[in-house]
């Protein structure tokens, strides 16, 4: 058989609305041109993120009626810490309502003025962490991971050479440690070899740093490199995971990715001492050790959902439905980031609508422009997201984040007709200029105009 279905049937359904094209120009309108300022319910195909949106399966739902939620000592923390432990090899964790929160307490006990943080690209919460407790964040991914149109199989990786130069240059002293992110969101969802991730552990061990992990997509990244690395292929995901987990000194979760719930956060530690004092700031503002900032019945989701994205059958259908959006788009001429990344695709507003100079957001143009073709919901990554102050940057992205077994392959080929169609009537797509900002994160909450 060459279809990979989709493996799972469906219990429960939630219906979509559908507008007319009219109710979506007044929706639009209403929303300044800002899709983050429209109605969920208002939106027919949601592909803003994948973050914290996934389906949760019966048993993740049964899980739910089990949770215990006793302040302290409850039975799902620990049966959330024997699939922790199994499935990562770490013997510490604590528990977190999402990544951030793990960021924010790991950077706050290790970084500060002065120290820089390499990674190969740092998400942007990850950023905003680093750069909060006064420290700088760099990014070192490979040169290939710059060209939109490179079909390099690890894009996401780390440069080594760039990683021994930084240390060269600032001193090691001013390193508090060295990350990775797998994979590479930032970077387009492009993956991290294994070769590459002992590469980096094998320089910063050289030097005396911790290697840690922003490992939010750690299932699908092991995916990747049973399929593209050499010698991997015979490799059960399991045993990539937990080899890739054991390479690292710690990490940083956000279980809203590939622990397949809806909230959720882990952080991974090894040393002891580390972990007293990142467990001292959780209790702080998070909460009790045994439960952190979630209720019981979200660590029963979790424990549930990190067994069930290590399915390659899942993995398989996952990775594939993310790539059939792509290859279907590039088939029909339309410009993406290639290869397709494991979690979203990228078109490429610069190259979709070139008559939109890029002080006239061409991404932001093209996301609006499909939600009134077709009531999908997409973001912009480029310029209203990282740029200000009249400075824009390279990239002018557009992503359709996939929801983790959300969507059917009829709603992905809507989605592939409604760009297809757009593609033809790109000319009509005219630029936007921003008439209301914040002062920071202004992608959020801007107010735009047509020109
Ligand atoms: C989502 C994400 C985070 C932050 O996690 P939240 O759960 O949104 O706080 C950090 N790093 C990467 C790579 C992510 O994708």
Not at 137 to 166: C, M, R, T, Y
Not at 373 to 398: C, H, K, N, P
Request: charged share 25%; net charge negative; glycine share 10%.
């Amino acid at each position: 058989m060459k279809t990979i279905i989709e493996p799972f049937r469906i219990k429960v359904v939630e219906p979509i609305r559908l507008t007319t094209a009219d109710q979506r120009e007044q929706f639009i309108r209403e929303a300044h041109f800002n899709l983050f300022a429209i109605r969920a319910e208002s939106v027919l195909i949601d592909l803003l993120t994948d973050s914290g949106t996934s389906a949760m399966s019966s048993e993740q739902w049964a899980g739910i009626m089990r949770g215990d939620e006793s302040y302290a000592g409850a039975e799902s923390f620990f049966r959330l810490q024997d699939r922790v432990r199994e499935v990562t090899g770490f013997e510490h964790f604590l528990p977190t309502h999402q990544g951030r929160a793990s960021e924010r307490i790991l950077f706050d006990v290790v970084c500060g003025p002065g120290k820089v943080v390499p990674n190969n690209n740092h998400f942007d919460t990850t950023r905003a962490n680093v750069e909060h407790t006064g420290a700088e964040a760099v990014d070192l991914v490979i040169d290939e991971g710059h060209d939109l149109q490179s079909q390099h199989p690890f894009k996401g990786n780390l440069d080594i050479d760039k990683l021994s130069d930084l240390i060269e240059r600032v001193g090691v002293e001013r390193i508090p440690f060295c990350m990775v992110t797998i994979t590479n969101n930032s970077g387009g969802g492009q993956p991290v070899s294994m070769g590459n991730l002992r590469e980096v552990r094998d320089v910063c061990h050289r030097h005396g740093l911790p290697f840690f992990l922003d490992a939010c997509r750690f299932a699908e990244n092991a995916y990747f490199i049973k399929k593209r690395e050499p010698g991997m292929g015979d490799r059960s995901i399991q045993s990539i995971v937990h080899e890739t987990f054991e390479l690292a000194d710690g990490a940083t979760i956000s279980a809203k990715k590939d622990g397949l719930v809806n909230i959720g956060g882990l952080l991974l530690l090894r040393d002891e001492k580390l972990l007293e004092q990142a467990r001292n700031s959780l209790i702080l503002t998070e909460g009790f050790p045994t439960y952190g900032g979630l209720a019981g019945r979200d660590l029963e989701a979790l424990a549930q959902g990190l067994d069930e994205v290590l399915d390659e059958q899942y993995l398989a259908y996952r990775i594939r439905s993310t790539e059939y959006l792509g290859e279907r788009l590039v088939s029909a001429g339309i410009p993406i980031l290639e290869p397709p990344g494991g979690h979203a695709i990228y078109l490429d507003a610069k190259r979709f609508c070139p008559h939109i100079p890029q002080e006239q957001f061409p991404g932001q143009a093209l996301a609006v422009g499909l939600y009134r073709v077709a009531g999908i919901r997409a973001v912009e990554i480029g310029s209203v997201m990282f740029g200000g102050e009249g400075r824009t940057v390279d990239a002018e992205l557009v992503r359709l984040a996939i929801p983790r077994r959300v969507y059917t392959q009829s709603h992905i080929d809507y989605v592939i007709e409604a760009i297809v169609e757009l593609h033809q009537r790109r000319d009509g797509l005219r630029g936007l200029r921003i008439v209301e900002e914040p002062p920071m994160l202004r992608h959020f909450t801007a107010k735009f105009e047509e020109i």
